[in-house]
């Protein structure tokens, strides 16, 4: 189970970088960890959200949150806009070039969504469905 498990992971990030790869924006997603990862699916998801939003949809301390977001307007992947009516408000939102990465991640993950769903079954897919339902609600807890 487990050396499946591995080869199920390696054979999705690697289906998924060809899909990145064959969009144009692969050096875009190479250059970002994890959680600026997060941070744009997250700011994509809210639209324009204040740090603390951001904080709280990722259980991030607010800190890192700020830190992350810095580094992501350094890369030009972010635009922090400060509230003219409280000066304390910062909201983010994302550039041209984010927006870009999120919905080419978005259409890798909708190809490898339809891929997998061609090479099972009906009654398979609403299995796999299932038992990923399952996992996520465990690893949720």
């Known amino acids: 189970m487990e050396t499946l498990l591995i080869e ?27 959680s600026q990862a997060q941070y744009l699916d997250a700011i994509h998801t809210l639209g324009q959200p204040t740090i603390t939003e951001l904080a709280t949809r990722l259980n991030f301390a607010k800190a890192s949150v700020t830190t992350g977001i810095n580094k992501l307007v350094a890369l030009g992947y972010v635009l922090k806009n400060q509230s003219n009516e409280d000066k304390r408000v910062v909201r983010v939102q994302l550039t041209s070039a984010g927006e870009e990465l ?40």
């Open 8 to 34: 199920f992971i390696n054979t999705l990030e690697h289906s998924l970088k060809n899909i990145q790869e064959q969009s144009g924006l692969s050096a875009g997603f190479s250059r970002l960890t994890i």
């Open 102 to 141: 999120v919905n080419a991640k978005l259409h890798a993950l909708q190809e490898y969504v339809a891929f997998i769903g061609s090479a099972l079954t009906e009654e398979e897919n609403i299995q796999f469905q299932a038992i990923l339902s399952k996992l996520v609600r465990l690893f949720k807890q």
